[in-house]
Protein backbone atom coordinates (compact mmCIF):
# COMPACT_ATOMS: atom_id res chain seq x y z
CA UNK A 1 0.00 0.00 0.00
CA UNK A 2 1.80 3.32 -1.15
CA UNK A 3 1.55 5.61 1.41
CA UNK A 4 1.51 3.84 4.35
CA UNK A 5 4.76 3.83 6.01
CA UNK A 6 6.56 3.20 9.64
CA UNK A 7 7.29 6.64 10.79
CA UNK A 8 10.13 5.73 13.04
CA UNK A 9 10.63 7.96 16.51
CA UNK A 10 6.76 8.86 16.21
CA UNK A 11 4.96 5.86 17.42
CA UNK A 12 7.26 5.25 20.36
CA UNK A 13 6.15 6.71 24.11
CA UNK A 14 4.37 5.77 26.72
CA UNK A 15 0.82 6.14 25.15
CA UNK A 16 1.71 3.72 22.21
CA UNK A 17 1.49 -0.18 22.62
CA UNK A 18 3.92 -0.85 19.98
CA UNK A 19 2.54 -3.74 18.61
CA UNK A 20 0.67 -1.85 15.15
CA UNK A 21 3.20 1.27 13.87
CA UNK A 22 1.80 1.84 10.76
CA UNK A 23 0.29 4.77 9.83
CA UNK A 24 -1.19 6.06 6.39
CA UNK A 25 0.29 9.70 5.85
CA UNK A 26 -3.21 11.32 5.96
CA UNK A 27 -3.08 10.50 9.81
CA UNK A 28 0.09 11.57 10.67
CA UNK A 29 -0.76 15.13 11.90
CA UNK A 30 -3.76 13.58 13.74
CA UNK A 31 -1.03 10.76 15.35
CA UNK A 32 1.44 13.35 16.07
CA UNK A 33 -0.83 16.06 17.89
CA UNK A 34 -2.07 12.90 20.41
CA UNK A 35 1.45 12.05 21.39
CA UNK A 36 1.67 15.59 22.66
CA UNK A 37 -1.70 16.48 23.58
CA UNK A 38 -2.40 15.83 27.53
CA UNK A 39 -5.84 15.62 27.34
CA UNK A 40 -5.25 11.36 25.38
CA UNK A 41 -4.06 8.80 27.66
CA UNK A 42 -3.19 6.50 25.07
CA UNK A 43 -3.62 5.51 20.97
CA UNK A 44 -4.72 2.28 19.80
CA UNK A 45 -3.89 2.45 15.90
CA UNK A 46 -6.28 0.16 13.69
CA UNK A 47 -5.68 -2.08 10.40
CA UNK A 48 -5.31 -0.52 7.44
CA UNK A 49 -7.91 -1.05 4.57
CA UNK A 50 -8.24 -0.45 1.24
CA UNK A 51 -10.92 1.88 -0.14
CA UNK A 52 -12.21 2.72 -3.52
CA UNK A 53 -11.10 6.10 -4.74
CA UNK A 54 -12.51 8.93 -2.37
CA UNK A 55 -11.53 12.06 -0.95
CA UNK A 56 -10.04 12.18 2.48
CA UNK A 57 -11.82 12.68 5.27
CA UNK A 58 -11.72 12.48 8.94
CA UNK A 59 -14.83 11.59 11.40
CA UNK A 60 -14.60 11.71 14.64
CA UNK A 61 -17.03 9.43 16.99
CA UNK A 62 -17.24 10.17 20.66
CA UNK A 63 -17.50 7.05 23.09
CA UNK A 64 -17.41 6.49 26.34
CA UNK A 65 -13.56 5.27 26.81
CA UNK A 66 -12.41 8.26 24.58
CA UNK A 67 -13.24 8.98 20.33
CA UNK A 68 -12.90 6.64 17.75
CA UNK A 69 -11.16 8.19 14.68
CA UNK A 70 -11.43 7.06 10.81
CA UNK A 71 -8.74 8.61 8.84
CA UNK A 72 -9.63 8.16 4.86
CA UNK A 73 -6.93 8.33 2.42
CA UNK A 74 -7.36 8.44 -1.50
CA UNK A 75 -7.03 5.03 -1.46
CA UNK A 76 -6.85 3.30 2.31
CA UNK A 77 -8.44 3.94 5.52
CA UNK A 78 -7.58 3.59 8.88
CA UNK A 79 -9.29 3.70 12.66
CA UNK A 80 -7.63 5.04 15.31
CA UNK A 81 -9.01 5.01 19.07
CA UNK A 82 -7.65 7.83 21.65
CA UNK A 83 -8.39 7.05 25.27
CA UNK A 84 -8.97 9.68 27.58
CA UNK A 85 -10.60 10.42 30.96
CA UNK A 86 -12.73 13.52 29.79
CA UNK A 87 -13.83 12.12 26.53
CA UNK A 88 -15.83 15.49 25.81
CA UNK A 89 -13.08 17.69 26.41
CA UNK A 90 -10.95 14.85 24.00
CA UNK A 91 -13.42 15.79 21.12
CA UNK A 92 -13.58 19.45 21.87
CA UNK A 93 -9.91 19.65 21.70
CA UNK A 94 -9.80 17.48 17.84
CA UNK A 95 -12.60 19.57 16.76
CA UNK A 96 -10.00 22.97 17.81
CA UNK A 97 -7.03 21.55 16.04
CA UNK A 98 -8.82 19.49 13.05
CA UNK A 99 -12.02 21.71 12.35
CA UNK A 100 -12.74 19.67 8.99
CA UNK A 101 -13.32 16.34 11.08
CA UNK A 102 -16.75 15.36 10.70
CA UNK A 103 -18.30 14.12 13.95
CA UNK A 104 -20.51 10.93 13.73
CA UNK A 105 -23.41 10.21 16.00
CA UNK A 106 -22.83 7.67 18.51
Same mark, same amino acid.
Given at each position: ??????? !?????? *????? &?? +????? $? #???? %??????????????? !?????? *????? &?? +????? $? #???? %??????????????????????????????????????
Amino acid at each position: MSGNKHH !GGLLKG *RKFNG &RH +TTVID $P #AVPL %VSWAKSADVVKKVSL !GKIVSV *RTGPL &RT +TVQLL $P #AGVR %VKVRGATTQQELMLYSDTPQLLELAMHMRFPTAVRKGA
